[in-house]
């Protein structure tokens, strides 16, 4: 199975940046699209950016302009610059992965999910 290790959360200013960092680890043939979502309280789950195994970039509108995301498939890891930050972006930020696994004696395709790293942006 696949791990997913996010590390880079924390307190931080409006205004102000953070970078999140996603290691993928594990039993896999390869991992397709990386991405995050993130859960602020009281609200549902939703995708921040996600970034294919070519580079191909998707961003939820309320990010745009102000968090890139990119990735090293030699290292496994992926990687959500977060500049501009605004109290609205405090949350619990999920790293996610579309991998190969094997599986039941063959290769499985499968979604897989960090435990998640706290978000605060507070004055």
């Known amino acids: 199975q696949v791990q997913l290790v996010e590390s880079g959360g924390g307190l931080v200013q409006p205004g102000g940046s953070l970078r999140l960092s996603c290691a993928a680890s594990?039993?896999?043939?390869?991992?397709?699209?990386m991405g995050w979502h993130r859960q602020a309280p009281g609200k549902e789950r939703e995708l921040v950016a996600r970034?294919?195994?070519?580079?191909?970039?998707d961003y939820a509108d309320n990010v745009k302009g102000r968090f890139t995301i990119s990735r090293d498939n030699a290292k496994g890891t992926n990687y959500l610059q977060m500049n501009s930050l605004k109290p609205e972006d405090t949350a619990v930020y999920y790293c996610?992965?579309?991998?190969?696994?094997?599986?039941?004696?063959?290769?499985?395709?499968?979604?897989?999910w960090g435990q998640g790293t706290q978000v605060t942006v507070s004055s």
């Open positions: 996610t992965a579309h991998a190969v696994v094997p599986r039941y004696g063959t290769a499985v395709e499968d979604d897989f």
């Open positions: 594990g039993s896999l043939f390869n991992i397709g699209d």
């Open positions: 970034i294919s195994s070519i580079g191909h970039t």
